[in-house]
């Protein structure tokens, strides 16, 4: 496992194969997402832990629409049993995943639950949209980009490189960091790309002329474009790393 220096432009190419990638199996690549957001839709449900769940299956997902976008750039069509590709490579790596998807829910729960202490806002539903509240939502928007930065390539090193949980996180980070340049590149031309298509969202919005229609526009163009966002995910870690996978590495479906 060797990291890759690449130059700033490199965050254009790895959206540019994200959408081609997508649109190549749009129909497979947008179910998976909508399927893993289902699931972890029902698990906040579940009393006590739900919430807890929820977060901790998201390495777990991430690396099942990186192992689906795989697929679907090999010209295959992912099947749904992709998205649990990280506990069908083994016990030792379905063990790690485990343990990175707890860090993550510890993670994201310390943020939620520490960032608010900072202001004088009650939460509720009633002060959702106030200036105090949208203040605390991008402080915790601030927290969490530590977080992403660390789990963003960990659930790939952990199953493709067999590296243990720890590691991958600061390995994660340091690739991140050392190709900054075209991580915010990645980002800027990815709100660019949202920006643009939420113009045009906009614009249709108001020919209907009917919230009704709005609203069932506006929910699944999001899911959409999410989905085409997570698809650009896995390109990030195969330009961040070396090219050629190691003796070990799994492709999906891989039971050892």
């Known amino acids: 496992m060797k990291p890759n220096i690449v130059p700033a432009r490199t965050g254009i190419t790895w959206v540019k194969l994200g959408i081609q990638t997508f649109l190549k199996q749009p129909l497979a690549l947008a179910g998976l997402f909508f399927l893993y ?26 690396l099942g629409l990186m192992a689906a976008t795989q697929e679907a750039a090999k010209g295959c069509f992912p099947m ?13 790596r379905g063990r790690a995943m485990l343990v990175l998807g707890f860090l993550y829910a510890a ?22 949209l106030s200036p105090e509240m949208q203040g605390v939502m991008l402080a915790i928007m601030v927290a969490y980009l530590p977080v992403s930065v660390l789990f963003w390539h960990a659930p790939a090193l952990v199953y ?15 690739v991140c960091f050392r190709n900054a340049g075209a991580y915010a590149l990645f980002g800027i ?18 020919l209907l002329a009917s919230p009704e229609a709005a609203a069932a526009l506006i929910m699944p163009v999001a899911l959409l474009m999410a989905a085409m966002f997570s698809t650009s995910i896995y ?9 050629s996978p190691p003796d070990d590495a799994l492709t999906p479906g891989d039971t050892r």
């Not at 049993?81 to 990280?86: C, D, G, K, T, V």
Request: charged letters at 5%.
């Open 37 to 62: 957001m289902a699931a972890a839709t029902l698990a906040s449900l579940i009393p006590f832990v739900g919430v807890v769940l929820a977060l901790a299956i998201v390495p777990a997902a991430t």
């Open 80 to 92: 749904p049993a992709i998205l649990l590709s990280a506990f069908r490579a083994g016990q030792q």
């Open 107 to 128: 993670a994201c729960l310390l943020i939620v639950s520490v960032v608010p202490l900072f202001f004088d806002v009650p939460v509720s539903r009633d002060n959702a």
């Open 160 to 174: 493709w490189h067999g590296v243990a949980p720890v590691k991958s996180l600061f390995f994660s980070a340091v």
């Open 189 to 206: 031309t990815w709100m660019a790309v949202l920006g643009f298509i939420g113009v045009g969202v906009t614009l249709l919005v108001g």
């Open 235 to 243: 390109f990030t870690f195969q330009g961040s790393f070396e090219a």
